[in-house]
């Protein structure tokens, strides 16, 4: 089991921009797909960002361009850029390990095997 860690939520306005950090202990991280997931207020959870092993990246369509995945293997860490934030990006973010190794994109749920506590982020205008 990987435990991880969400850093760097908190209130901005909107136009602002914020990065989100998602510590991992407990497995060799680098081998990992790692993901970021959000939730808003009354809505599903839904994948907006994912990074693989090779650090390939992969965006939600309606969020490319504001978003930037990364990952740190030697901090165990994945990071999450987000600018030009709106009222509609309020959401609690998490962030979660795929299940296997050495794999590709991963899109849904339950093919992550850990996930982070979440952090809240919200916009106001």
């Known amino acids: 089991q990987m435990q991880l860690v969400e850093s760097g939520g908190g209130l901005v306005q909107e136009g602002d921009s914020l990065t989100l950090s998602c510590a991992a202990t407990?497995?060799?991280?680098?081998?990992?797909?790692m993901a970021w997931f959000r939730q808003a207020p009354g809505k599903e959870r839904e994948l907006i960002a994912n990074i693989d092993w090779k650090s390939n990246t992969y965006y939600k369509d309606s969020m490319k361009g504001r978003l930037t995945i990364s990952r740190d293997n030697a901090k165990d860490t994945t990071y999450l850029q987000m600018s030009n934030l709106k009222p509609e990006d309020t959401a609690i973010y998490y962030c979660?390990?795929?299940?296997?190794?050495?794999?590709?994109?991963?899109?849904?749920?339950?093919?992550?095997?850990?996930w982070g506590q979440g952090t809240q982020v919200t916009v106001s205008t």
């Open positions: 979660a390990r795929a299940r296997a190794s050495y794999g590709g994109f991963k899109f849904q749920e339950q093919e992550y095997a850990d």
């Open positions: 407990g497995r060799a991280f680098f081998i990992y797909t």
